[in-house]
Structures are given as structure tokens and as C-alpha cells.
């Protein structure tokens, strides 16, 4: 009858399926008898078993819980009261721990009941050892997790409620970002174009970079290039009403810096909190080349590529657009001849930092400088796989480059 | 980053000797061979790995979509030895890297002299015809004990192995944790293993092949290893007295004796 199998005998109590009311022991009561009530009566279940498994003894909560009685319990093995999904972590995963680590904690399983039901429970477990190719006896402490798993059950749902909203945030992040830079860029006879955005970090927040290029018509063209504060739905949206502005604006307006200045009033009384930086470009076809007007707003000044010089940073500035009411905003012209590119760029590039410290200006004209100019193309490539490259792929904040050159 | 260091991998034992190559299967790491290799370090250069997602491999590059299926763990296996450059070499695999030992012996053949298989199932799965010992939804609900069981993991965890680097005294308590496994790889792991079929690759071995095989055990019951050995042209099985899935821990003096003898005939029939 006794399922310990010869060593010290616990008497066995009446049977589970009495349900005994428990009640308080009689003060007074021996020790060895106290102790017994704390195994049988505890408000946890104990399994003894062999190393293989085998029950050598159980008390009469879990037999309770289970619906067996202590003596049905010592003629199975512990497996069995596992669910089949169960059974294969305990043999891949916690079985083994056990084996070396002589401890197991907080594991969650299922265990059957007699009546095909299963109890959620947490369990610990402790393997006796001599040394550790002797196992001796498994001792487990089993506790009934009911409440707990359905409430981590909620909780997971949540979790995968969160992961599914991220996802669809970052969705909605990407769409909205494809609208503020053009989709493609015009095709120019004679002025070669290549652009590239890159946000920053994973690419889950809109970032505040954006550029355009657009038609005036009659061999006039406007591009811009610009970086609003922040990052974000709220950022975004003042990104696109300065896109759309300039290019309102632009009509009939007769040089960049009095778009520039007309822009900043516009983004005064539109968001009085938000501002930007921005470089704007007017490129009017002369012979083989084009004139640029240039006007910077707040911004880092675009590089001039020359076929037969060294690349320099004009030496244009402004005032940051949509703080200060009333500034003057300057052009700085110059000629684009054969050979010759105009380069906008976000500080996302300059202000790459990485192990050698920021990027900067230096270092963008001398990737510039060795680059071999085979276009516009190679320009932007060269720039942008440089700063990822400084900054080890991780790009902290967004890049944006636009590269004009004149074939 | 290398194979090697991606996988953890630990080389020990004769510098010059003969390679063989333990590969631990799903739930576990390195770790659980540390009763068997011993036996091997006086006559063998002994390399041990770890699986992506498995105790302290760098799981950086994990993609779920390419690790849902079995191929590219065994491409890491293969990376390892490939690296490592190891020719004629024996590769143990437990579990479900018996399969992956087999498909790194049909990619690179002459980079393998034989196999050894503990405890290995082709398919865990019944089918009309086939016991594997598993329904569809037994596999379920072992994804669903896995997610149960690593609720409160990635808060309590990832934190600790991301400041790894900067804090080496957690590395060491993270190398020193058994059987780690990152919770959302051990998902898609597991989902590939226990839903694999590599009952084809059986046939299209071609080294001696030693299948080890417990008595009692639940994730591949005996007439699966008897299917393998059946399967496999140049097998032999040996049945070993042991409860579970884990010879090499609950009766690794056998495990050892019978690879050791395994290894060694092998080695006369090729001298």
C-alpha cells in the first residue's frame, strides 16, 4: 500500500476522494505529527520521485487537486500527469536542467486530472545527488496557477495585442513618410538627379527630413532639401505643410530667398512651436550648364562638385525658418558647368557619429573629392553608404542627400 | 562575425586528432555533453557548439522566416565545420540535430567519415502509415507551454545579455545558466523541429551510421530509431538502457562506451 517503497513509512490518511475538511491540528500535538500535517495538509502540492520519474510519494493536496489519491499516484510515473505538450519540454528542456543543474524553478506546466481536465500549475524541483552521475530522488513542489495563467494569458494577449499596433504604427509610419519625399524624381535633359532617404534607426518613427524637385517650367527648377524638428505624426505634419508650401509658393516667385522668407512667415503663423531648416535652389538652363540660386535657411550649405576643382561647401547661411518674424534670407549663385554637381544634404550626415567622433564637413568633401564623379548617382551612393558605414549601419538620425549634377 | 564565434564554438582535446563534432538538440546547449566528451579528448579533437538561440551563441542575425526551416540550422552546422575546416570528421547530433548531422553529411561528404544519432527521429508526426508519437496539436501545445513558461523572460533576460559586453561579470553567470534559450527563436526552433519531415535523407546516407536508442522514451519512441536504422544503409542500432530523451545525461557511461566502440570499428574498417 505505502507508495515510498520501504523508507521512512508516512501513515497514510483517510482518502482523498473523503475530502476531509481540514481542520486546525489540536494544539499540543508531536512534532512528528505536525510534521506530517504540513506534508499532507500543505497548500502546495509534493511529489517524491525516482530520477526516471517513477511517484514514490505524494501528499494529499495534489492528490486532492488531481482527483487521484496518494495511493493511485504512487503507481504511475510523473510524465503521465503531464499534458503531451508538457511532456515534450520536460524531456527536452527540463529534464536535462535537471540532470546537471540538480534544480529546476518556476516552471509552468499542465497536469492532468483524473477527469481529463488540466490544472495550471508552476512547479520547482530539486534533484538529490551525490555527485552528478549518482541522481537520487526528485523532489517537486507543485502550486496550483490558475488565477495566475489566465491573467498571464491576458497578458499576452495583450503583448501580442501591443506587437500587432506597433506593427501597424510602423506601417502607417512608413506610408506617411513615402508622401514627403516624390515617389520618383523628374527626368531632366541635361541635369542628372539622384536622391536618398535613409530614416533613422529602425525606421518605426517618421522622421522630420525630407526634399523635393519640381517644374516651373521653361528650363526652371526648384530643389529643396530641408530637416523639421522633431520626429513624428506631429512632425510630419508640419513636414508636409512646408513641402507643399514652397512648392505654392514657388509659383511666380522670383528668387529663393524670398520664397525662403515667405515660407518662414507661412510656418510662423501655421505652428508657432515648430521650426526648420532648409536649402532651396532655383536652376535656370544656360548653354551646357545651369545657373543655381541658392538660398539657405538654417541649413549646412550645399557642396559644389567641380569637374576641374575641389569640392567646397558654398559659403551660404540663414537664419533657421519659422522662429524669428521679418529676417532677410540671401542667394548665392553660381554656375553648374559639364562635370560639375550641387549636393544638399541633412545634418543627419555631418552630425553622424560614430567610434572617430561626428563626421563632419571634412570628411564629407573628402569622400566627395575621391569619389570619381561618374554622376549623380554614385554621388549619393558613395555618401550615404560612407555614413552608415561611420556610423556601423546604425544611422541614429535621418539622412537625407540630393545630388544635381550636369552630365 | 565567424561561424565559430557566432556558435560558441569550443575546441578541445588532441590538436592533431581526428575531429568529431557534438551537436545539441532542441532545449539545450553545449553543456549537456560534458559527461561524453572526456572520453574523446585523449584520442579526438573535440568540437562543441551551440545552436542559434541555444546557450551563449549570438543570435544578432536570427531571421524567423529562414530559421523556420530545419536547412538552416543545418547551414550553420556545415558553416562550423567548414570553418573549422574539418575533414573526415564524426558529428553526433542529439535529437533533431540527428537530421541536421545528416544533411551537413549530404552537403559536404568528403568533410564527414560517419554519424552518430542519439535518440533521433526523422518526424515527429503521425502519418497514415508512420508512428512519429505526435499529433498536430500536441505540437501546439508545446509552443503554447513554451510561451507560458517565458512570459516574464525577454523583461528579465534581455536587458542582462544586451549589456553583455560592458558587464562581463553577467556573461559569466549567463554562460554558467543551463540550457538558455532565447524565448521567441525556441518558438520558431521548436515549430521547425517537431513539424519536420527528413524521413528522405535517410536512404542517401552513405557512412556508417551509429543510431542510439533508449529504452523509455517519449520524444522518440523505439520504433522510430528501429525506422532509422532501417532506413539508413550502413546503420546499426544499439538500444541503450535509459529512461528519456537524454542518454548522454541519464546513462552517459553507456552513451560513451557505445560511441567510443562505435568510433573505434569505424576507424579499422577506413584504416
Known amino acids: 500500500m505505502n507508495p515510498d517503497g520501504g523508507s521512512a513509512p508516512i501513515p497514510v490518511q483517510s482518502p482523498v476522494q473523503s475530502q476531509v475538511p481540514l481542520t486546525t491540528p489540536p494544539s499540543g500535538r508531536p512534532a512528528a505529527d505536525e510534521a506530517d500535517y504540513l506534508y499532507h495538509r500543505a497548500p502546495c502540492g509534493y511529489l517524491t520521485t525516482t530520477p526516471d520519474g517513477r511517484i514514490l510519494r505524494s501528499n494529499e493536496t495534489l492528490a486532492r487537486w488531481l482527483g487521484w489519491s496518494t495511493d493511485e499516484l504512487g503507481a504511475i510515473n510523473f510524465r503521465q500527469l503531464l499534458t503531451v505538450g508538457g511532456r515534450m519540454f520536460h524531456e527536452t528542456h527540463v529534464a536535462p536542467i535537471l540532470r546537471m543543474h540538480g534544480e529546476a524553478r518556476a516552471i509552468a506546466m499542465d497536469l492532468r486530472r483524473r477527469d481529463g481536465s488540466k490544472l495550471p500549475v508552476l512547479l520547482n524541483a530539486t534533484m538529490d545527488r551525490h555527485d552528478e552521475s549518482a541522481p537520487g530522488d526528485v523532489r517537486i513542489a507543485i502550486f496550483d496557477a490558475t488565477e495566475r495563467r489566465s491573467y498571464e494569458r491576458e497578458l499576452l494577449r495583450a503583448k501580442e495585442r501591443a506587437e500587432a499596433s506597433e506593427e501597424r504604427a510602423n506601417a502607417l509610419a512608413r506610408t506617411l513618410q513615402q508622401t514627403l519625399i516624390p515617389p520618383s524624381l523628374p527626368l531632366i535633359d541635361g541635369l542628372d538627379l539622384a536622391a536618398a532617404y535613409r530614416p533613422a534607426g529602425d525606421g518605426s518613427e517618421v522622421g522630420g527630413d525630407f526634399y523635393d524637385v519640381f517644374d516651373l517650367g521653361h528650363d526652371e527648377w526648384i530643389a529643396v532639401l530641408g530637416d523639421v524638428c522633431g520626429k513624428g505624426a506631429e512632425a510630419a505634419v508640419v513636414t508636409a505643410f512646408v513641402r507643399y508650401t514652397v512648392r505654392a509658393l514657388a509659383v511666380g516667385m522670383s528668387r529663393p530667398s524670398i520664397l525662403m522668407a515667405e515660407l518662414n512667415e507661412r510656418l510662423i503663423h501655421h505652428d508657432g512651436d515648430r521650426f526648420c531648416t532648409v536649402v532651396i535652389a532655383r536652376l535656370r538652363r544656360r548653354g551646357r550648364g545651369w545657373d543655381a540660386e541658392v538660398s539657405v535657411g538654417g541649413h549646412p550649405a550645399p557642396l559644389l562638385l567641380s569637374g576641374d576643382d575641389r569640392a567646397r561647401q558654398l559659403d551660404a547661411f540663414g537664419p533657421v525658418v519659422g522662429v524669428i518674424d521679418a529676417v532677410d534670407y540671401h542667394d548665392h549663385v553660381v554656375h553648374l558647368g559639364p562635370g560639375d554637381a550641387l549636393v544638399l544634404y541633412t545634418d543627419g550626415v555631418t552630425e553622424a557619429s560614430g567610434p572617430e567622433g561626428f563626421f563632419g564637413e571634412r570628411r564629407l568633401l573628402e569622400v566627395v573629392d575621391a569619389d570619381v564623379r561618374t554622376g549623380a548617382d554614385a554621388v549619393v551612393d558613395t555618401v550615404l553608404s560612407e555614413v552608415l558605414a561611420f556610423q556601423h549601419g546604425h544611422a541614429r538620425d535621418d539622412i537625407a542627400v540630393l545630388a544635381l549634377a550636369v552630365p | ?271
Open chain 2, 1 to 271: 562575425m565567424t561561424a565559430v564565434s557566432r556558435h560558441n564554438v569550443s575546441v578541445s582535446g588532441l590538436a592533431d586528432g581526428p575531429p568529431i563534432v557534438f551537436v545539441h538538440g532542441f532545449g539545450c546547449d553545449q553543456n549537456m555533453w560534458r559527461h561524453v566528451v572526456p572520453a574523446f579528448e585523449t584520442t579526438h579533437r573535440v568540437v562543441l557548439m551551440d545552436l542559434i538561440g541555444a546557450g551563449g551563441s549570438d543570435s544578432a542575425d536570427f531571421d524567423a522566416q529562414r530559421y523556420a526551416s530545419l536547412d538552416a540550422y543545418a547551414a550553420d552546422v556545415t558553416a562550423v565545420v567548414r570553418e573549422l575546416d574539418l575533414r573526415e570528421a564524426v558529428l553526433v547530433g542529439h535529437s533533431v540535430s540527428t537530421m541536421l548531422v545528416a544533411m551537413v553529411q549530404l552537403a559536404e561528404p568528403e568533410r564527414v567519415a560517419s554519424l552518430v544519432m542519439v535518440a533521433p527521429s526523422p518526424r515527429y508526426i503521425d502519418e497514415p502509415g508512420y508512428v512519429g508519437g505526435f499529433g498536430e496539436e500536441d505540437i501546439d501545445e508545446l509552443l503554447e507551454s513554451l510561451a507560458s513558461n517565458y512570459l516574464g523572460w525577454s523583461a528579465a533576460m534581455a536587458p542582462a545579455i544586451m549589456a553583455n559586453a560592458e558587464r562581463p561579470d553577467l556573461g559569466d553567470e549567463l554562460t554558467a545558466s543551463f540550457c538558455r534559450m532565447d524565448p521567441a527563436i525556441a518558438q520558431v526552433f521548436a515549430d521547425a523541429t517537431f513539424r519536420s519531415d527528413s524521413r528522405s535523407l535517410l536512404p542517401q546516407l552513405d557512412v556508417p551510421t551509429l543510431v542510439l536508442q533508449c529504452t523509455d522514451d517519449v520524444i522518440a519512441p523505439i520504433a522510430v530509431g528501429e525506422f532509422v536504422a532501417d532506413q539508413v544503409p550502413r546503420a546499426s542500432l544499439v538500444l541503450l538502457d535509459a529512461t528519456g530523451h537524454c542518454p548522454h545525461l541519464s546513462a552517459p557511461e553507456a552513451t560513451t562506451e557505445a560511441i567510443v566502440k562505435f568510433v573505434r570499428s569505424s576507424d579499422r574498417a577506413s584504416a
